[in-house]
């Protein structure tokens, strides 16, 4: 069975600095790839994908993630993170055919000024 | 256009009393999906729609849970009896296309407490 895996609980940085969430994933094919952001009071937001191609993915709000098959992962990355980023994320994979998305457990960020 | 809608936001509920979630996707999307996130854990599928029919329910915890979609528009999940381990965020989500270009749209979730 699918699983992910997200290792950190919690992360605190400050604003303008840098920002990697780990992601991990277990999948006997190729997987989908996605991560979500839940800021406080909204739904889940869809941030980027992975389904085939250039591994290095483009996202909004400035996020992009890399998709690493040797290491099973999809860390999601931002160069310079602000206020407004503080929020709960999520990486989720999808196995083709079957509709489910299986996520992990999320990282909530908070950002210090 | 309008996103994935859920009603209520929040829900308190006594057990063994019923609670009834309601779920309207965005407009044209014939797929949509349900899970559930209990406190500290990961949001987990519950079960799928395409139009009116259940493609597969396979992470629906017991019986106690019910969920339809009428005319293959907005959906409800039904919780009866709800019991204590039932709290927690149901969220909806709809899709327009299966398989490989399948994006999963989320609404803002009912948080569900069952005192």
């Known amino acids: 069975a699918q699983s992910v895996t997200q290792p950190d609980i919690h992360i605190t940085v400050s604003e303008g600095a840098s920002l990697e969430l780990r992601c991990n994933y277990s999948y006997g094919a190729t997987p989908y790839l996605f991560w979500y952001v839940q800021s406080p009071g909204q739904g889940l937001q869809l941030l980027l994908k992975y389904f085939s191609g250039d591994t290095l993915v483009q996202g909004i709000k400035g996020f992009e993630a890399e998709f690493k098959r040797s290491q099973s992962s999809f860390n999601l990355r931002k160069p310079s993170v602000h206020w407004s980023d503080a929020a709960e994320y999520f990486c989720a994979v999808g196995d083709f055919g079957n509709e489910k998305l299986t996520f992990g457990t999320g990282t909530r960020l908070t950002i210090i000024p | ?115």
């Not at chain 2, 949509?32 to 209990?38: E, G, I, K, T």
């Not at chain 2, 597969?56 to 005319?71: H, K, Q, V, Y």
């Not at chain 2, 999940?77 to 327009?96: I, N, R």
Request: net charge neutral; glycine share 10%.
């Open chain 2, 1 to 115: 256009e309008a996103g994935v809608t859920q009603f209520p936001s929040h829900s308190v509920i006594e057990k063994g009393q019923t609670v009834t979630l309601r779920c309207d996707p965005i407009s044209g999307h014939d797929n949509l999906y349900w899970y559930r996130r209990v406190m500290g854990k990961e949001i987990k599928f519950l079960l799928h729609f395409v139009k009116e029919s259940k493609q597969d329910e396979s992470g629906m915890p017991n019986n106690r849970f019910l969920a339809e979609r009428t005319g293959g528009t907005y959906s409800t999940l039904k919780v009866q009896p709800a019991e204590l381990e039932d709290s927690g965020v149901y969220f909806c989500a709809s899709s327009q296309v299966m398989g490989a270009k399948n994006i999963q749209y989320f609404g803002a979730g009912t948080r569900l407490s069952v005192l």
